[in-house]
């Protein structure tokens, strides 16, 4: 339930989904977050929900306002 992982406030600081699953953390949890992907400078590439996590790629499906965006796990940062 992404209820108890995510909620619709903003979070102090960006967290590298990338992180998380080094930390060994269930990225498949965060489907229904708000994540940034990021290009390698740090600017903001595009910004949406999480919709689909594809751990075999490393693709990480958002639902932006101008329609769904794939962006790999190391591009991506959960806002909020």
């Known amino acids: 339930d ?5 909620d619709d406030s903003t979070l102090l600081e960006p967290i590298s ?5 080094i930390d060994g953390g ?3 949890a965060f489907v229904g977050c708000r994540v940034e992907a990021r290009s390698l400078s740090g600017d903001v590439k595009f ?4 919709t689909h996590w594809d751990g075999e790629d490393g693709n990480i499906t958002l639902l932006t306002a101008l329609g769904e965006r794939i962006a790999h796990i190391r591009e991506c940062f ?3």
């Open 47 to 50: 910004v949406g929900e999480m």
């Open 2 to 6: 992404t209820a108890d992982t995510c």
């Open 78 to 80: 959960l806002v909020g």
């Open 17 to 21: 989904l990338l992180q998380i699953e």
């Open 26 to 28: 269930d990225i498949g």
